[in-house]
Structures are given as structure tokens and as C-alpha cells.
């Protein structure tokens, strides 16, 4: 476990290096409204990349672990999902567009973010999961590093350009995209024969289509509060809080090579949380180290505010007022993972649109009680526990029913 944990976390260092070089290039280089829209067209664009193939990533990343054999089977299965759910995400992307985005933000750069984001990118992420399903870390984590890169590098290049616009760097970031799923597939892509067995997919489509939903209300609840942001506070605000976030995230990203490893662990023995002791134990973890990871970028923001460039030192000394977010935060995602993991993938889609609703209204109020910027931040503590607490009812609650063999 702790092989595998390194292994997986030698991907995380590297890109936690490489996604704070690439996010200080841009959040200085664009201006804060314009990364503020960026960042929430890429934070829709992930939300609508879980309708592409209509969930079967996650049917891959099952097979992948536990019948790797069949991996090609069920590959090409994907492929052909992957084409028949083009046009609902078009749809889907063009519905986002008219009710978030039309009053701030020309169409073609959202649409390029989009597709940089749920199309490519998904792709790219698609062979990363087949990877980590099939314990080659290693190569997952190399992969995952490389990508970050192009991004970093994108964003090199683009703070040279004459005009540093929304629309220029969405090409960039388009094209940063493309490169990394080039890579992938010329040398990271498992090597199988793709074979078309349709009745094997329609077994499997109905719990692909509970991930997809679950997936996409799982975003929805974690990206919500940037689009409801925007629309309620404007360009500005959502730039500040974007940047807040995107530090709340970078410390997020070796927590979350644990919980992969865990749920992994827990596909292959689903009864091995079945002691409270342990899960208690667990999520103390999650919620200590979270905290702490933030707890210390603050303060070498407090010291430092310049360190990650102008833009971002107006939102450093908001950070120290969101400690608590991050713990909440991830704690609610891992135990969205665990129901994953147990196969009881309806009722996390019944939970995150529980969760997702919850979220929508107490940012909204949260939005529209608090005008300054400082309290709306330290708001988010409560707002956060308050989801915990609702996610942790919902999921203990589901974890007494048995679990789902794969």
C-alpha cells in the first residue's frame, strides 16, 4: 500500500509543482476578472466532460482493476459511447453557456475552454484512470506530471504574447491539451485489441449511466459555488475566488492520491471499512492534514503576500479565512469515493443531488448576506461543515446496506 501510495504520490508532487508555476503564470498574466471567467468555464467544462461516454470511465476503471483482460472489449466500448454522446454534450454545453456565461463572456473562448476540457482532456484522463486501475502507477503519475507541464509551458508562452486576452489563452490552452492527449496515446495507452461486444455494454450501461449522473452532480456540488459566483458577484469577485479556491485545491492534491488508492483497496474488499474506529481514524487524517497544508500556505502568504505575484496577493490574505474549507471539503469527496467503491453507485447519484442542492442554497444565501468579500469567505467554513454534516448522515447511512460485488 504504501509502494503504491508513493508511487502515486510522486505524481502528485510533480504536479503540484508544475499546476502552482502554471497557475501563478496565469492568474498574473490574465486579469482577475478574465481568470476569474476562465476558471469557471474550466470548472463547467469539467462538470460537463462526466457526460462524455455516458459514464463508461468509470465501467473501465472497474474492468481495469479487476478483469484487465477484458479491458479491450470494453474499450471499444467507450469509443463508440464516447461518439454517441457528443450531440448531449453539445447540448449541454450550449444550455451552460446561455444561463452562466452569455452576459460576461464571448461564446468561441468558452466553447474552446469546453473542448479543451470535457473532450480532450477527458480523453487524456480516461488513460490515466485505465492506468491507476491497473496499478501502474508509475506511468499514471508520469502522465499526469506531463500534462501539468504542457500547461505550464502553455502558460510561459502565453505571457509573452502582445495581447494576453481570454481568447488567446483559451487557444493555448486548447492546443496544451491536444499535446498531452497526443502523448497519451502514443505511449501510455494499454496495448489491446478492441473488440465490439455491445450486449456486454448494455449489462453495464445502467450503472454507467448512475455514474455519469452521480459524476456530474458530484461536480456540480464541487463547482457550484464558481458559477453561482459569477453570476451573483460578477467577473471580479469570481476571479478572487477563484484564486482562493485554486490554493485550496493545490493543497487537496495528495489527499486525493490517497482516497484513489483506498477506493481501490475497498473494490477488491468492500467490507474493509466495516470498523468505525478505522473510518473515524481515516477522515481525522483527511481533515488534519488538509488543514494543515493550508494552514501553512497561508502563513508563508501572510509573510510573503507577493510571492505568488500581484494578482494573487490580493486574495492572500483572504486565505487564512478558509482554513476549514479545504478538510470539509475533501472529506466530503472521499465519502463520495467510498460509496463508488461499494458499488452503490444510485444511491451516491441520490446523495450528490441531495448535497448539490444543499450547496446551491446555502452559497446563495451565503452570496447575497454577505457583501464584502472577507465575510463571504469566512462564511464558507460553516457552509462547508454544514455539507459534511449532511454528507456524512447520507453516507453512513448507505454504507449499512451491503455492498455491490463487481
Same mark, same amino acid.
Request: proline fraction near 3%.
Given at each position: 500500500?504504501?509502494?503504491? @501510495? ?12 508544475? =499546476?502552482?508555476? @502554471? ?13 476569474? #471567467? ?18 463508461? /470511465?468509470?465501467?473501465?476503471? *472497474? ?15 467507450? !469509443? ?12 449541454? =454545453? ?39 486501475? #491497473? ?6 503519475? /508520469? ?32 492546443t496544451a491539451n491536444a499535446a498531452s492527449l497526443l502523448i497519451a496515446l502514443a505511449f501510455f495507452c494499454p496495448r489491446q485489441r478492441l473488440r465490439l461486444r455491445p450486449t456486454l455494454y448494455w449489462r453495464r450501461l445502467s450503472d454507467a449511466l448512475y455514474v455519469a449522473g452521480a459524476e456530474i452532480l458530484f461536480y456540480i456540488q464541487m463547482e457550484l459555488d464558481k458559477l453561482l459566483v459569477l453570476a451573483i458577484g460578477g467577473a471580479q469577485m469570481a476571479g478572487i475566488y477563484a484564486i482562493i479556491m485554486r490554493l485550496v485545491d493545490l493543497t487537496a492534491i495528495p489527499i486525493r ?10 473494490? *477488491?474488499?468492500?467490507?474493509?471499512? =466495516? ?6 481514524? !481515516? ?19 501572510? !509573510? ?5 505575484? *500581484? ?75 454544514? #455539507? ?6 447520507? /453516507? ?11
Amino acid at each position: 500500500m504504501l509502494k503504491d @501510495y508513493f508511487a502515486a504520490i510522486s505524481g502528485s508532487a510533480g504536479r503540484l509543482v508544475f =499546476s502552482l508555476a @502554471y497557475f501563478v503564470l496565469l492568474a498574473n498574466t490574465l486579469s482577475i476578472a478574465e481568470f476569474g #471567467l476562465f476558471a469557471t468555464a474550466s470548472a463547467a467544462g469539467v462538470m460537463l466532460s462526466r457526460i462524455l461516454a455516458l459514464g463508461f /470511465t468509470a465501467t473501465l476503471y *472497474r474492468i481495469a482493476t479487476v478483469k484487465p483482460r477484458l479491458l479491450g472489449t470494453y474499450a471499444a466500448g467507450f !469509443i463508440l459511447l464516447a461518439f454517441i454522446s457528443l450531440p448531449l454534450l453539445a447540448l449541454a =454545453s450550449a444550455a451552460m453557456y446561455l444561463v452562466f456565461f452569455a452576459a460576461d463572456m464571448p461564446w468561441l473562448p468558452f466553447a474552446l475552454i469546453v473542448a479543451a476540457e470535457a473532450l480532450i482532456w477527458r480523453l487524456a484522463e480516461t488513460i490515466i484512470v485505465v492506468n491507476n486501475g #491497473l496499478n501502474r502507477f508509475g506511468r499514471a503519475a /508520469t502522465l499526469v506530471i506531463i500534462a501539468t507541464a504542457m500547461r505550464a509551458l502553455a502558460a510561459v508562452f502565453f505571457a509573452f504574447v502582445a495581447v494576453p486576452n481570454l481568447f488567446n489563452w483559451s487557444l493555448f490552452y486548447l492546443t496544451a491539451n491536444a499535446a498531452s492527449l497526443l502523448i497519451a496515446l502514443a505511449f501510455f495507452c494499454p496495448r489491446q485489441r478492441l473488440r465490439l461486444r455491445p450486449t456486454l455494454y448494455w449489462r453495464r450501461l445502467s450503472d454507467a449511466l448512475y455514474v455519469a449522473g452521480a459524476e456530474i452532480l458530484f461536480y456540480i456540488q464541487m463547482e457550484l459555488d464558481k458559477l453561482l459566483v459569477l453570476a451573483i458577484g460578477g467577473a471580479q469577485m469570481a476571479g478572487i475566488y477563484a484564486i482562493i479556491m485554486r490554493l485550496v485545491d493545490l493543497t487537496a492534491i495528495p489527499i486525493r492520491s490517497f482516497s484513489m488508492l483506498l477506493v481501490q483497496r475497498m473494490m *477488491r474488499a468492500p467490507e474493509m471499512l =466495516s470498523r468505525m474506529k478505522l473510518r473515524l481514524g !481515516i477522515e481525522g487524517g483527511v481533515f488534519a492534514v488538509s488543514t494543515l497544508a493550508l494552514l501553512s500556505l497561508a502563513l508563508v502568504l501572510t !509573510i510573503y503576500p507577493t510571492l505568488l505575484g *500581484r494578482n494573487v496577493a490580493e486574495a492572500a490574505p483572504l486565505v487564512m479565512l478558509a482554513l476549514a474549507v479545504p478538510g470539509f471539503r475533501n472529506l466530503t469527496e472521499y465519502q463520495a469515493e467510498l460509496l463508488f467503491a461499494r458499488g452503490q453507485t444510485f444511491l451516491r447519484a441520490i446523495n450528490l443531488a441531495l448535497l448539490a442542492g444543499a450547496k446551491a442554497a446555502l452559497l446563495s444565501f451565503a452570496l447575497t448576506a454577505f457583501l464584502d468579500v472577507k465575510s463571504l469567505v469566512l462564511s464558507l467554513n460553516l457552509v462547508f461543515a454544514l #455539507l459534511y454534516l449532511v454528507s456524512t448522515a447520507l /453516507t453512513y447511512w448507505a454504507l449499512r446496506r451491503p455492498a455491490k460485488r463487481v
